[in-house]
């Protein structure tokens, strides 16, 4: 029996997916539905949702939408093999004839992590102007970022920017999920498809625009907010300590205690336990973060335990 997907997003994104899907994942059968930048929010038959076993959304929509709350949905975030596969084709395509290497403009999570990466492969970090993307940022402003200067080529994750520079004759490389990064969500899909347990409410809103009420009551910026997501996706769990947080963030434990405070004072994280390390010195707290009360200013993947 195939698997039912409905697949939402940029026409380009979804149409790299849908063929991606096509050729790898046989026993997949897909709906797609394309979102127009332009457009205003939608209104979806519910008919598409008939006998869905997921939905996959390709990127950040600037639409609100919901979804049944037994559909399992899934966000594909780029990701570090995504930009090395995109990096390869543009070095390839640069190098033909050419003894010099030339300069990029990147937009990718986080500028830190990206440059620890390039000097892992060896390649240097001088040759690329790097903005740090979020699912917050004004497709506008990643434009006038990429055209600040002259660079050989422009790398982003955004389809609404690659569409507005390719417009303007600007060479750009849109950063698309490999098979592998499919097939990881392909996993979870199947997992979910197959299980109650995991089927839970959605009803998230996907969107490029800025909402930022409840950061600026609590004095913290989107990028702190979404770094955070980013890290407890990665280690699995949104239960965290100071340590985790300062080890992750490159940070003193200081500063790591003062945001899981802020957070703590409103309401996003809770103390629930501490763990002792050794007999010496105070315990450290275990903090749970609520990233549900901050669907508009993160993008949800899938629930953290």
């Not at 929010?41 to 990127?59: E, V």
């Not at 929509?61 to 709350?69: D, I, V």
């Not at 990701?79 to 070095?91: D, G, I, P, Q």
């Not at 508009?296 to 629930?303: K, R, T, V, Y």
Request: proline content about 5%; glycine content about 4%.
């Amino acid at each position: 029996m195939k698997t039912k997907l409905l697949i939402i997003g940029h026409s380009k994104m979804v149409e790299h997916v849908g063929q991606i899907v096509k050729e790898e994942f046989p026993r997949v059968s897909i709906t797609t539905m394309v979102a127009h930048p332009d457009e205003g929010n939608p209104h979806i038959d519910p008919f598409l949702f008939k006998d869905l076993d997921a939905i996959l959304i390709t990127n950040s929509l600037e639409w609100k939408l919901e979804f049944p709350e037994q559909i399992p949905v899934f966000l594909i975030r780029p990701s570090m093999m995504a930009f090395y596969s995109t990096l390869f084709r543009c070095l390839i395509e640069s190098l033909e004839g050419s003894t010099y290497l030339p300069t990029w403009s990147v937009d990718f999570f986080t500028d830190q992590e990206i440059k620890k990466q390039l000097l892992k492969a060896g390649i240097p970090t001088e040759q690329f102007r790097i903005k740090e993307y979020n699912f917050q940022v004004d497709a506008d402003e990643l434009v006038e970022f990429h055209l600040e200067e002259n660079t050989y080529a422009v790398i982003t994750c955004h389809p609404g920017v690659y569409e507005k520079l390719v417009e303007r004759n600007v060479k750009a490389y849109l950063i698309t999920p490999t098979v592998d990064c499919l097939k990881t969500y392909f996993e979870k899909i199947n997992k979910a498809a197959s299980s109650t347990i995991l089927k839970k409410p959605h009803k998230l809103q996907f969107h490029y625009q800025k909402d930022d009420s409840i950061l600026k009551q609590i004095g913290m910026s989107g990028a702190t907010i979404h770094r955070l997501f980013r890290l407890c996706e990665s280690i699995g769990t949104n239960q965290i300590t100071a340590a985790d947080l300062a080890e992750g963030f490159s940070i003193t434990l200081r500063s790591a205690r003062r945001i899981l405070t802020t957070l703590e004072d409103h309401q996003i994280a809770e103390v629930i336990g501490e763990e002792q390390i050794n007999d010496r010195g105070r315990p450290r707290y275990i903090y749970r973060i609520h990233f549900g009360y901050l669907n508009n200013e993160i993008q949800p993947l899938s629930a953290l335990g």
